[in-house]
């Protein structure tokens, strides 16, 4: 009770303010008679709102009076505005200014009066009535692209679907591709006397791979441009059936991969052309013509040119592809084994787990005999094990017929472990 809650004025929607059981005691420090009655907020007047500005929209405004008086509750609900608010000043600025001269209100005055409740409601309708016709404009530009896009999303339902439905489909596209290339080419000449046949047979066999008898040296030569259409009509039926039999076991998957493929790339570019379309259009009205109209007329335009596109690339890249098999992956080589370096820097493989190398003979020099062991060359990248077992004691100076061959810093011979140099090289 008392309490002031600063909010906006969408605060609380969906959300029903019940009065009663359910409102937060104050507290105690605030109460002048702890020890007195409860107050009961309803016998207070339930909740009062205060609105600090109309919304340009009434639903708004009937919300947040809807926030007091729920369920039955008492309430109450006051709107203060200002003839400086975006409401009044855009939409009943002048009107209620002269009803306030009218009535010879002042200078900080409030002013409660059903005249300048009408005027605002008729000031709300306005505001209305603009954004309803905003959101239909938008309604009806969207409503462009969204009847393209049925017709395009039909054709990708057909390739995700696929079977026969999606050859017939391929079928009538490549048909309408090759005669539309050809009565573009031969749209140049004036007369058929001047047509240049070869010129066409080179332009459809560049595109299509595709040769059409009449334009052949030896064919019957057209009398007319519908006459070159229908044979040309025919020659691409017969070139599609002769690559779905190439293609074999794998022509559903490749038809209707090549379909999506070519759909999903010229919708996306068709999009934006839409986009930018869209974003330049409103300067239209200042010829004096309807941006709507302007927008259908040329994005039907660009959608014909779209569906022309679609075609053309379709057939050429159906009608040229062909399957690449790549060979099966060698098996991949066997682990190189593990090595190591023992005390004498001499490379040797690391037994698995479990497995036993075999190091030699296993006798055991007696004490004192010497057995020759061939000498390691260090640095040139490979090292050679030692042909013997390795004595119990070292070498004497007479072990070794040429110590000339052993460096300073290589392994001594005898199989110490140390140089040469502190080894028997010490007392040479």
């Given at each position: 009770?008392?309490?002031?809650?600063?909010?906006?004025?969408?605060?609380?929607?969906?959300?029903?303010?019940?009065?009663?059981?359910?409102?937060?005691?104050?507290?105690?420090?605030?109460?002048?008679?702890?020890?007195?009655?409860?107050?009961?907020?309803?016998?207070?007047?339930?909740?009062?709102?205060?609105?600090?500005?109309?919304?340009?929209?009434?639903?708004?405004?009937?919300?947040?009076?809807?926030?007091?008086?729920?369920?039955?509750?008492?309430?109450?609900?006051?709107?203060?505005?200002?003839?400086?608010?975006?409401?009044?000043?855009?939409?009943?600025?002048?009107?209620?200014?002269?009803?306030?001269?009218?009535?010879?209100?002042?200078?900080?005055?409030?002013?409660?009066?059903?005249?300048?409740?009408?005027?605002?409601?008729?000031?709300?309708?306005?505001?209305?009535?603009?954004?309803?016709?905003?959101?239909?404009?938008?309604?009806?530009?969207?409503?462009?692209?969204?009847?393209?896009?049925?017709?395009?999303?039909s054709l990708r339902a057909f390739a995700l679907e696929g079977g026969e439905e999606l050859k017939g489909e391929a079928i009538k596209m490549v048909e309408s591709a090759v005669g539309r290339r050809i009565e573009t080419t031969l749209a140049d000449f004036d007369s058929s006397l001047d047509w240049d046949l070869d010129l066409v047979?080179?332009?459809?066999?560049?595109?299509?791979?595709?040769?059409?008898?009449?334009?052949?040296?030896?064919?019957?030569?057209?009398?007319?441009?519908?006459?070159?259409?229908?044979?040309?009509?025919?020659?691409?039926?017969?070139?599609?059936?002769?690559?779905?039999?190439?293609?074999?076991?794998?022509?559903?998957?490749?038809?209707?991969?090549?379909?999506?493929?070519?759909?999903?790339?010229?919708?996306?570019?068709?999009?934006?052309?839409?986009?930018?379309?869209?974003?330049?259009?409103?300067?239209?009205?200042?010829?004096?013509?309807?941006?709507?109209?302007?927008?259908?007329?040329?994005?039907?335009?660009?959608?014909?040119?779209?569906?022309?596109?679609?075609?053309?690339?379709?057939?050429?890249?159906?009608?040229?592809?062909?399957?690449?098999?790549?060979?099966?992956?060698?098996?991949?080589?066997?682990?190189?084994?593990?090595?190591?370096?023992?005390?004498?820097?001499?490379?040797?493989?690391?037994?698995?787990?479990?497995?036993?190398?075999?190091?030699?003979?296993?006798?055991?020099?007696?004490?004192?005999?010497?057995?020759?062991?061939?000498?390691?060359?260090?640095?040139?990248?490979?090292?050679?094990?030692?042909?013997?077992?390795?004595?119990?004691?070292?070498?004497?100076?007479?072990?070794?017929?040429?110590?000339?061959?052993?460096?300073?810093?290589?392994?001594?011979?005898?199989?110490?472990?140390?140089?040469?140099?502190?080894?028997?090289?010490?007392?040479?």
């Open positions: 009770v008392g309490a002031v809650t600063i909010a906006t004025n969408m605060a609380g929607r969906g959300t029903d303010i019940k009065l009663g059981e359910g409102v937060i005691e104050s507290k105690p420090s605030r109460v002048k008679d702890p020890d007195g009655k409860e107050i009961d907020v309803a016998e207070c007047g339930g909740l009062h709102i205060i609105g600090s500005e109309r919304h340009e929209s009434r639903r708004i405004d009937r919300q947040l009076r809807g926030r007091a008086g729920r369920q039955g509750d008492p309430g109450a609900s006051q709107f203060f505005l200002s003839l400086e608010d975006d409401l009044m000043r855009l939409f009943g600025s002048d009107r209620i200014a002269r009803l306030m001269d009218r009535l010879g209100a002042q200078e900080g005055e409030m002013l409660t009066h059903p005249l300048i409740t009408r005027s605002i409601e008729q000031a709300q309708k306005r505001v209305e009535l603009q954004n309803f016709q905003s959101r239909k404009r938008l309604l009806d530009y969207d409503d462009v692209m969204n009847q393209q896009r049925e017709v395009v999303y047979r080179q332009d459809l066999l560049m595109h299509y791979l595709l040769t059409v008898p009449c334009f052949e040296a030896d064919g019957v030569r057209p009398q007319s441009v519908a006459d070159a259409k229908t044979e040309g009509g025919v020659a691409g039926r017969k070139a599609f059936h002769a690559k779905l039999a190439q293609l074999g076991e794998h022509a559903d998957q490749v038809l209707a991969l090549v379909m999506l493929n070519v759909l999903d790339e010229k919708w996306k570019d068709h999009l934006y052309d839409l986009d930018q379309l869209r974003s330049s259009i409103g300067y239209r009205a200042w010829g004096q013509k309807d941006p709507l109209l302007e927008y259908k007329q040329e994005a039907y335009s660009m959608f014909v040119d779209l569906m022309n596109d679609i075609q053309h690339t379709f057939t050429e890249r159906f009608l040229r592809v062909q399957l690449m098999f790549e060979p099966p992956a060698p098996p991949p080589p066997p682990p190189e084994p593990k090595r190591r370096f023992n005390a004498l820097g001499v490379a040797e493989d690391v037994p698995e787990e479990g497995e036993v190398l075999d190091i030699g003979p296993s006798e055991t020099p007696s004490e004192g005999e010497v057995v020759k062991s061939d000498p390691m060359i260090v640095g040139a990248g490979r090292a050679r094990s030692l042909s013997g077992a390795v004595a119990a004691t070292p070498l004497g100076a007479g072990g070794v017929q040429d110590w000339s061959t052993v460096g300073r810093n290589d392994p001594c011979p005898c199989g110490s472990g140390k140089k040469f140099k502190k080894c028997h090289g010490a007392t040479m």
